[in-house]
């Protein structure tokens, strides 16, 4: 007999696929990793398992540890709420997620759906004027719209978990787990392609797939002769960019956050490095590019009409990148990406999906 105990044990060991169709001539392969085909939809799963198991074993930045039967809190915008949703399902642990806020003011319902699918209490984050005065919201917001609400978000966990003992914030921007879970897809490219990788990237949000796929190739004695990072145009919130395609010295962490945290009194993000912090100090990736909404949704299209992959506009900006590279290095190389997650949670959003990084 062969079958498993839990759906947490059907994460991860994903197809690798090559994308031979939209190979041009003369380019080098392009392979995408499939992970839309983890159980909740998206590469996420791998970090919201790891994020957990951290929390059972109490290796949290508080030391606090998830009891049976405790809450896990998060915000989330994209992916990392259905993860963590069917994980606490399959561990029998409450979950507490609060989404951005600006997710309902426009309408993008599917993942709010996804996520209520699995059980867990499901709300939209506080108003920013609970932390912040209107002129602080108005000098701040400047920066970046949306991360008001991201860090509102980040405010109303820290007070949750600091109500409950029995609960635990997982942070996902900060979580060591979220970078260390998602290892394992580099181990399982290593092993796909028998070590022989020659460039690898994927879309950047908190920054744990990314820092995670270099880590597992280090692990495993390997650096690509190019490792890239993906952004929605507009939309660096983590980073500074000085143009749509950057190398090392062009591209910057960024820490406007900061400027918020300090405003809010969130301390655990002043007192912490950010994956994406970490990872630009540990030199990577070697470079960043910039895609553009109509860039994303086209190849997406393409990938979904053409290659019959069910994914979203994260995943169509990974495959616009690596061809992109594929041209550049030519025949005889390999270059790697992931197909982020499944496109039913863009639905609401169609024809003007967005990335879900």
């Known amino acids: 007999m062969d079958y498993i105990e839990s759906i947490t044990e059907a994460i991860g060991k994903t197809p690798l696929l090559k994308l031979s169709k939209l190979l041009p001539a003369g380019s080098a392969d392009v392979f995408v990793k499939l992970e839309n085909l983890n159980p909740s ?5 791998r970090m919201a398992l790891a994020m957990v198991e951290g929390a059972e074993r109490g290796d949290t930045w508080n030391g606090r540890k998830l009891p049976a039967g405790g809450m896990v809190v ?4 994209g992916n990392t709420a259905p993860a963590l949703a069917m994980v606490c399902a399959a561990k029998g642990y409450k979950a ?3 989404l951005y806020r600006y997710m309902f003011e426009k309408g993008d319902d599917a993942r709010m759906l996804i996520t209520k699918a699995y059980g867990p209490e499901v709300e939209p984050t506080s108003d920013p004027l ?9 000098l701040l917001k400047e920066d970046e719209p949306d991360l008001i609400h991201v860090m509102t978000g980040k405010m109303d966990c820290s007070l949750l978990e600091a109500a409950d003992p029995a609960s635990v914030w997982v942070d996902q921007i900060y979580n060591k787990y979220n ?37 597992g190739l280090k692990d495993k004695g390997l650096r690509p002769g190019v490792i890239f990072g993906v952004v929605p145009s507009g939309s660096e919130v983590y980073l500074d960019l ?28 002043l007192q912490e490095k950010s994956i994406i912090q970490q990872m630009v100090e540990a030199g990577y990736p070697d470079m960043f590019f910039r895609v553009t909404a109509q860039e994303a949704r086209d190849m997406a299209n393409r990938l ?4 019959g992959i069910y994914c979203g506009m994260s995943s169509g900006a990974n495959v616009v990148i690596a061809l992109r590279m594929a041209q550049r290095l030519g025949q005889g190389k390999n270059v790697v990406t992931t197909i982020v997650d499944r496109r039913d949670r863009h ?9 879900a990084v």
């Open 130 to 138: 609970k932390y912040l005065t209107a002129e602080q919201i108005e």
């Open 74 to 77: 998060e915000a989330s915008a």
């Open 242 to 269: 000085k143009k749509d395609e950057c190398t090392r010295a062009e591209f910057a962490y960024s820490d406007r956050n900061s400027k918020i945290s300090t405003a809010m009194g969130l301390e655990k993000w």
């Open 96 to 98: 507490h997620f609060m």
């Open 41 to 45: 939809g998206s590469y996420k799963d």
């Open 179 to 215: 970078y260390l879970g998602q290892k394992a897809i580099a181990y399982e490219v290593y092993e796909q392609l028998d070590g022989k990788v020659d460039a690898i990237g994927c879309s950047v949000g908190a920054g744990g797939s990314l820092y995670g796929l270099c880590l």
């Open 347 to 355: 639905m609401f959003e169609i024809p003007k999906e967005k990335y």
């Open 304 to 307: 979904c009409q053409e290659l």
